[in-house]
């Protein structure tokens, strides 16, 4: 239970960086004509945990600007960061109890 607890928090921890990553990204090349954004989504994984899934977005029309809509960008990144932190804690108190339990059997 504890491992498998670790493990979401670590899988939760990665999927977070890697929509942050493609977040900061989007915000990088907000100014490059043409710019398709990337689209972060979350999906949970078969064997416990979750991954992301990066895909573009749409085609602009506008090739004079691009697709990346900032202030959805800002909202993004702290909803990113909220969830790493949220995972950072939960494998945090995981390790703290299985050092705990190790503890008590020896």
Do not use: C, W
């Amino acid at each position: 239970m504890l491992i498998s607890a670790l493990n979401s928090g670590l899988s939760g921890m990665r999927a977070n960086e890697t929509a942050l990553d493609s977040s900061a990204h989007n915000v990088a090349n907000a100014n490059t004509q043409g710019f398709n954004p990337q689209q972060v989504s979350f999906q949970e994984n078969a064997n416990g945990g979750v991954i992301v899934n990066l895909s573009r977005r749409s085609a602009i029309t506008q090739q004079d600007n691009s697709g990346t809509d900032l202030t959805n960008e800002v909202v993004q990144s702290i909803q990113y960061k909220a969830g790493f932190d949220v995972n950072a804690k939960m494998v945090k108190t995981a390790d703290e109890m299985l050092g705990t339990l190790i503890n008590t059997k020896v």
